[in-house]
Every structure is written in structure tokens, then in C-alpha cells.
């Protein structure tokens, strides 16, 4: 019994340790795999009409996997649109409306001049020339009181279709807000919808993460702060398992500017640091590297 109980404890001790394990103190940081994951969320209240990805799935920035149903949005574009054409036809030709009085005022002009010849050679009155002058002045008024009425007319109209520019673009945003878009490059990570659900903006429909650019979260002491900066290139080990683990070329790429207690599932090369400073090495996965893998850091 008592050998059964030991056989026991030291199980545990050992999977304890499995936890960026020893491994001959050959390391100067320890970590785990990690990638920038980015959760995307609806942006728009709708039942989900398409959402054609699963999980693993390879996406692009910019690819459309998704529908969230838009047709009330789009009927109200179109509503818009409609009213913004039937304001356009309100506008006024300014130099059409007037097209008739400037014909006027030209052959009044003229008759002026030739009335004022003829005065000249005493063959009209001075008074037939003054009533010309009288009748251009009076065509000059309204034609400028004319003129700016149809100004203050267009000037409504055009801050009415100004208006329905910003209502109609406001609607296109909300059309594209109902597509669901990768946001980056990546590999999808988990799926939280399925076509059918009825969703809210802001919930999470699936996650995602560039699993080509990954990286290791080491932790360092304050003394291998003096070691290290950023750009350093590092040596990673890989814990998978196998005799001769794999091993890739690193860059320090970000330290934390605060220290922070040890976590527990990290070994660091000094027990007795309580405080640390985490770490990011980046590196390029060639597909051997899973998130969440034990990963080994060596300066050089």
C-alpha cells in the first residue's frame, strides 16, 4: 500500500514538471507558443444568413464569409435614393429661367444705343432714350431679384440632397457592416455562430490568428535584462516530445516595461526570482508549431 501511494506521488511530481521542464538548465528563459489572435464580432442586428468557414480554415484579409440578412437596410437605401431624385429635379437652370429677359434686356440695349444715335442727329427725343435707360434698369432689378430667388432655392436644395448623401452613405455602411470579413491573413481557431442564429452587434462569431508569424512568451530575471535587447536573435527548442526536439532561430522582439510575479507553469534559470519581466521571441512557423507548445529559449 505504502509503495502504491508512492508509486502515486511521484507521478504527480512528474507531470507537475512536465511544465517547461528542466531540461539540464540548457535554457535561459522557458515559454509557450502563441499567436495574435483577433475574435471577430458581428457589427450588425440580424439573423445570419451565411457563414460559410469552419474551423481551420485558411482566410485573407478582406474575404467575405459571411451574410447577415440586410434587406430592410437596403430597401431603406433604395427609399433614400428615391427622395434624393425626385430633390435633384427641384434645381433650377438659372440661365434658362432667365433666358427670356436677358433676350430682353439685350434688344432694349440696342434699341438704346440706336435711339441715342438718332438723338444725336435730332431724329428721337431725349425722353425716348430716358425711357429705354428707365426699362433697362427695371429688367436689370428683376432679372437680379429673379436671380436670387432661384439661388436661395437651389442653395435648400442642395444642402437637402447634401443630406440625403449623408443618410444614404450612413446606409451603405450598415450594408457593409452585415458582411462578415476576415480582418487578417489567418487560420480560424474557433467557431462561435452558425447560419440561422439571430445575432446583436458585438457578439463573437468565430476567432482567428496569423499562425504563420507566431512567437514565445518567456520570461526573463532582472539579471538577464543586462543579456539581452531587442533584436537579439535567440535559439528556441521545441518540447515535442521526441528525442531531438526541433530547433529555430528567434528575435526578441518586445520585453515588458514592469515586472511581474513568476507564473506557476514557468521555470525561469533562477527559482529564486519571484519577480520577472515577460518576453516576446518572434518566430516563422513552418508548420511544426502548434499554439500552446513548451518552447525553450537560448541567448546567444
Not at 507531470?15 to 464580432?41: K, N, Y
Not at 467575405?64 to 437652370?93: M, W
Not at 518566430?283 to 502548434?290: I, P
Request: glycine share 4%.
Amino acid at each position: 500500500m505504502k509503495e502504491k501511494i508512492l508509486y502515486t506521488a511521484l507521478a504527480t511530481a512528474l507531470l507537475t514538471l512536465g511544465s517547461c521542464a528542466d531540461h539540464s538548465r540548457d535554457f535561459d528563459a522557458c515559454g509557450q507558443i502563441e499567436a495574435t489572435e483577433v475574435l471577430v464580432s458581428a457589427e450588425a442586428n440580424g439573423r445570419i444568413v451565411s457563414l460559410q468557414l469552419t474551423e481551420g480554415d485558411r482566410l485573407t484579409a478582406g474575404q467575405t464569409v459571411g451574410v447577415i440578412d440586410s434587406v430592410q437596410t437596403y430597401l431603406q437605401k433604395q427609399e433614400l435614393v428615391r427622395k434624393r431624385s425626385n430633390a435633384q429635379t427641384k434645381l433650377v437652370d438659372i440661365d434658362r429661367q432667365l433666358a427670356s429677359q436677358q433676350a430682353q434686356l439685350e434688344k432694349l440695349q440696342a434699341d438704346y444705343k440706336r435711339y441715342q444715335a438718332l438723338e444725336a442727329r435730332d431724329a428721337a427725343t431725349q425722353k425716348q432714350v430716358d425711357d429705354l435707360a428707365s426699362q433697362i434698369a427695371v429688367t436689370r432689378r428683376e432679372m437680379a431679384a429673379k436671380k436670387q430667388t432661384y439661388e436661395r432655392n437651389n442653395t435648400g436644395i442642395r444642402e437637402e440632397l447634401a443630406l440625403y448623401d449623408v443618410q444614404i452613405a450612413e446606409k451603405e455602411d450598415q450594408l457593409n457592416k452585415c458582411r462578415i470579413v476576415a480582418p487578417i491573413d489567418g487560420t480560424v481557431l474557433t467557431k462561435f455562430a452558425e447560419a440561422g442564429e439571430l445575432v446583436t452587434s458585438g457578439k463573437s462569431l468565430f476567432k482567428m490568428a496569423d499562425l504563420k508569424q507566431v512567437y514565445v512568451r518567456a520570461y526573463l530575471t532582472t539579471a538577464q535584462l543586462a543579456e539581452v535587447k531587442l533584436g537579439d536573435t535567440v535559439q528556441v527548442t521545441i518540447e515535442d516530445g521526441t528525442d531531438k526536439p526541433r530547433q529555430y532561430e528567434g528575435r526578441l522582439v518586445w520585453i515588458a516595461d514592469e515586472a511581474e510575479f513568476t507564473p506557476k507553469n514557468i521555470q525561469t534559470q533562477d527559482e529564486r526570482a519571484d519577480l520577472v519581466y515577460a518576453a516576446k521571441v518572434s518566430l516563422e512557423n513552418d508548420g511544426f508549431l502548434k499554439l500552446g507548445m513548451y518552447a525553450y529559449v537560448r541567448f546567444k
